[in-house]
């Protein structure tokens, strides 16, 4: 039918393999190059929706760099993002230790504990909020009964940001969680004999054998966990807005609100553009810093 | 023996104190949404009301929309995964044939990037395009999420798949496509249905792009929760009614399928780095 002599050998040799990859590379230029080639050049323009366009070059960067709001959010981000990758780390490797541990209903609770990070965002934040209430919320409720005096949470500047972050933690951990766990399921059984019969204590083994072993995964974790966080949106708009006053104004939901609020597409712009900066130096930053901890574990291995 | 049995249970324990918050929380959600207000204001609060409020329930879907939204919901969702699967399971077997890392770099990108700067661009080009009030707008940018999910996760399992039998196949005489759609694809089955999962939780759960681009009537359900708080004089039952509503979906999926859930994000988080 199709086959003939000559087709072989070139089918072997070379299988065209770039149509398959067409209608991917076209919906990428579409929906990502596009809007960001836009975005550069909406940036370089004094541009608020219903009113004239100027061409203004790099004024949006430099009112930018002067905008006491912008390192104001900058701040935030930075806070918010260090206690969300922080905490969840810490957390989710304990989980994984324990979760790798065979017991009764693993699988069962397993699923139960990943459940969280695929919950509805919103859903989520709209009930951590009657959570939060200062008056009828159960949290406050709670601390009650231990003694602890109430707190403001999320409607007080001082705790909202880490207010913000407890649900931040209760959602991504699972995810922590999963990767050390990939990780626990690699590491070999013959070091941990040796050392019991060398008469490690559990916290030896930990720290000299798992911690070490794991470190890679750990990295993983540290940089899609500062990624997200960095982006993070939904929680904060949705229980927050930013508020009270700016306590909680992130870069994104400062974007956001300079460009859906305000309609100041070219400021917007300019921010986009060193928002995603800042995400891609520090992802590469994390990634070096991932590359060196593979180095000095193969060195410590000697 | 008993040493062991004692540590198991030690280790059950650990476990259930870790899961604890997660079950307490969504007891929590279920109990806000089956109490009258009379309750929800109670304090100290009550935990199991004496008359279930499944009104509450009835309400959501009476005086908001809800039917409609939930429609809405279902067609960004269906047609942004659809389109993503058909799109990305090619394009990630062309790119784990063809071992072309720059492409997976963009991808990267694409994950990495804030959704809110896609959105500046689109929404002017939807609203020059005059597709704003359409369900558009919100499929076509769902696929900047789906997409790239697709096709990183069948990109990693490509690479797992042999390719002896397709070089088998197209000794014989097969074409590349013939190849990819005879031998390629019925092994990648458990890879589609990984990324096809967590295609459809993550369109289904996105709220930003819609609180952008719809209005009244496209709004999707996470949108519609939302604006239920902004005007509705917050009654916590409705709300937390409607809340689980948007997230129940999502909460039976990940129960059924959380092995394929599980799979595909320790895979797609690992080939992260």
């Known amino acids: 039918m199709i086959s003939t002599d000559r087709a072989v050998p070139s089918y072997r040799l070379a299988p065209n393999y770039r149509p398959f990859v067409m209608p991917a590379l076209i919906v990428v230029c579409a929906v990502i190059i596009f809007p960001w080639a836009f975005t550069v050049w909406m ?34 981000t930075i806070y918010y993002t260090a206690l969300a990758v922080i905490l969840p780390l810490f957390l989710g490797t304990i989980a994984a230790l324990i979760f790798d541990e065979q017991f009764p209903l693993r699988g069962f609770l397993r699923g139960v504990f990943v459940m969280p990070m695929m919950a509805t965002p919103v859903a989520i934040a709209l009930v951590w909020t009657m959570m939060f209430h200062p008056q ?41 969680m999963l990767i050390v766990l990939g990780g626990l399921a690699a590491v070999p059984r013959e070091p941990y004999e040796s050392a019991e019969i060398d008469g490690a204590n559990g916290w030896q ?11 890679p995964f750990l990295m993983i974790a540290v940089i899609i966990r500062t990624i997200d966080a960095l982006k993070s949106f ?24 300079v460009a859906f609020s305000y309609y100041n597409i070219g400021y917007a712009s300019a921010m986009a553009i060193i928002f995603f900066i800042l995400i891609v130096i520090l992802s590469f930053v994390l990634l070096i810093v991932r590359q060196c901890t593979v180095w000095s574990q193969a060195g410590d291995g000697k | 023996m008993t040493h062991k049995i004692l540590g198991r249970i030690g280790f059950l324990f650990a476990a259930l104190v870790f899961v604890s918050p997660v079950v307490l929380f969504f007891l929590w959600m279920l109990s806000l949404s089956l109490k009258f207000e009379i309750d929800n204001a109670a304090y100290p609060p009550v935990f199991i009301p004496e008359h279930f409020a499944w009104s509450n329930y009835v309400k959501v879907f009476a005086e908001n929309n809800f ?3 939930f429609w809405n919901s279902l ?26 890392q720059k492409s997976a770099i963009v991808i990267m990108i694409a994950r990495m990037t804030p959704g809110l700067s896609f959105l500046i661009p689109m929404f002017l080009l939807f609203q020059w395009m005059n597709l704003i009030g359409t369900l558009w707008p919100q499929i076509i940018i769902h696929l900047v999420v789906t997409v790239p999910l697709v096709v990183w996760i069948m990109m990693g399992y490509f690479e797992t798949t042999p390719i002896e039998l397709e070089e088998a196949a197209s000794i014989d005489g097969a074409t590349s496509w013939q190849v990819f759609r005879m031998v390629a694809l019925p092994i990648a089955k458990p890879g589609i249905v990984v990324s096809f999962i967590l295609s459809i939780i993550f369109s289904w759960n996105n ?16 949108v519609a929760v939302y604006n239920m708080l902004s005007f509705e004089q917050v009654s916590w039952g409705p709300l937390a009614a409607a809340a689980l509503i948007v997230t129940l979906p999502v909460l039976i999926l990940t129960m059924f399928a959380q092995k394929e859930i599980v799979a595909g994000l320790t895979a797609g988080a690992v080939k992260g780095g």
């Open chain 1, 43 to 76: 940036s370089a323009n004094d541009w608020t929706l219903g009113q004239a366009r100027t061409f203004v070059g790099a004024e949006n960067y430099i009112n930018l760099a002067l905008d006491a709001r912008f390192w104001e959010s900058l701040w935030h």
């Open chain 1, 136 to 176: 009828l919320g159960i949290l406050n409720y709670f601390l009650s009964l231990v003694g602890i005096e109430a707190q403001g949470w999320i409607y007080d500047q001082a705790t909202v940001i880490p207010s913000l972050v407890i649900v931040e933690v209760w959602q991504w951990t699972p995810l922590v």
């Open chain 1, 205 to 215: 083994k930990f720290r000299y054998l798992t911690l070490p072993m794991i470190g």
């Open chain 1, 234 to 257: 939904d929680i904060i708009y949705a229980m927050t807005q930013g508020g009270p006053g700016t306590a909680s104004e992130t870069i994104n939901i400062y974007l956001y609100n």
């Open chain 2, 67 to 69: 039917f409609r939204y």
């Open chain 2, 75 to 100: 067609l960004v969702t269906g047609t942004a995964t659809l389109l993503a699967l058909v799109i990305g399971v090619p394009a990630g077997y062309g790119i784990a044939r063809l071992k072309a």
């Open chain 2, 207 to 222: 709220f930003v792009f819609g609180v952008v681009l719809a209005n009244r009537e496209t709004r999707t359900l996470p």
